[in-house]
């Protein structure tokens, strides 16, 4: 199989890009949960890259492939000079945010406010794919945004942006407003559209499809895959990763090699934690990922509570993080 075949079927199942969340902390504990799932990295502006030279924030550890890097800008020629920077440093993928509506970015012509300008994004696009060469380019973006009708827009814009080459997008099932809804709401309150997107699929069969937007358990993931070719999980993979994880291997991608436990992601964290403390990063940068493993499960408070009022202290390391795992059965007790 070549880089793209394997990136296409790790991405039946992919967690979302997520600023302050998908970072490489974030992204080498969730690889330890799954070995094929797609992982994104938090957007990226290609302007921090190109002008400002913060390269540091493609730093990523090996382990995180299969991995995409997702990208934010509107200009082709920084985007392409970015893209090949994201190429040299062995992504796997280059993605372009189309869906945010925070107003730093809509300031700078980035994510949502896209959806309005489809030959600017095949233009993007068209750019980042000569830059890529061997490396596929994708699209994550909205089904419309404010008083667009999604049903026209949509089809619309992935016509435009599939004529300059690109053949995968993901669409987050929702409209962005991109006035008067913070960037928290506009994952909440406008309404899904999962039949709009599934339609997508009949209409252009030859794209492959991911769906994002509200998905929180494997069960809804494997009834979206069978129409579309993947879905993308954000909120629930980061609150709740046991549960979208932890069978994602057996469960998606029909491996038979037993799912690690919980404990032994957490214990498969240790050496990981150590030495990126020798590096000097603190021990919450990389805990505060980890809280939510234990959601729903006996002793999940006191391993949170631990965790989120120790690990900032001055000598906190790996013993904070076994104790706190002390604290939680390891086999749930039978009635
Ligand atoms: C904290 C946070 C940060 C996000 N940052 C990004 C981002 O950088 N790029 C992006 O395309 N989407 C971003 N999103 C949106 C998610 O990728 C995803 O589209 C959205 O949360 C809906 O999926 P979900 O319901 O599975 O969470 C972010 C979401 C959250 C919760």
Redesign the pocket.
């Known amino acids: 199989m070549n880089t793209q075949s394997i990136i296409r079927q790790a991405a039946r199942l992919s967690v979302?890009?997520?600023?302050?969340?998908s970072d490489r902390h974030c992204r080498y504990f969730h690889r330890l949960m799954s070995r094929h799932t797609l992982l994104y990295t938090?957007?990226v502006t290609a302007p921090a890259l190109v002008r400002g030279g913060a390269l540091h924030l493609l730093d990523y550890n090996t382990e995180e492939h299969p991995i995409a890097v997702?990208l934010g800008g509107s200009d082709p020629k920084e985007l392409a000079a970015a893209t090949k920077l994201c190429v040299e440093r062995g992504y796997d993928e280059v993605n372009l945010?189309v869906?945010?509506p925070s107003d730093r970015v809509q300031s700078g012509t980035f994510g949502a406010v896209l959806m309005r300008d489809p030959g600017l994004v095949a233009d993007c696009m068209a750019a980042m794919k000569d830059a890529a060469q061997d490396i596929e380019v994708t699209v994550?973006c909205r089904i419309g945004v404010d008083d667009q009708d999604p049903e026209v827009v949509l089809p619309d814009f992935l016509e435009k942006v599939s004529d300059a080459g690109v053949n995968r997008f993901t669409v987050?099932a929702r409209k962005a407003w991109l006035q008067g809804l913070s960037p928290k709401e506009n994952?909440d309150i406008p309404p899904l559209d999962y039949p709009l997107v599934h339609r997508m699929k009949e209409e252009f069969p030859h794209l492959h499809l991911s769906i994002?937007?509200?998905?929180t358990t494997l069960d809804e993931t494997r009834a979206h895959l069978d129409v579309m070719d993947g879905v993308m999980?954000?909120?629930?993979a980061y609150h709740d990763p046991a549960t979208v994880l932890l069978g994602a291997d057996q469960a998606i991608f029909g491996d038979t090699a037993p799912a690690r436990t919980a404990h032994e992601v957490v214990e498969a964290m240790y050496p990981y934690i150590e030495t990126r403390m020798a590096e000097g990063i603190r021990l919450h940068s990389i805990t505060r990922h980890m809280l939510g493993i234990f959601t729903g499960r006996p002793g999940a408070r006191k391993w949170r509570r631990i965790l989120s009022e120790g690990a900032s202290k001055p000598g906190a390391g790996v013993a904070l993080v076994a104790e706190a795992l002390s604290s939680v059965p390891e086999h749930i007790p039978a009635d």
């Open positions: 979302a890009p997520m600023m302050d969340w938090e957007m997702q945010n869906g945010c994550k987050h994952r994002n937007g509200g998905i999980i954000g909120r629930a």
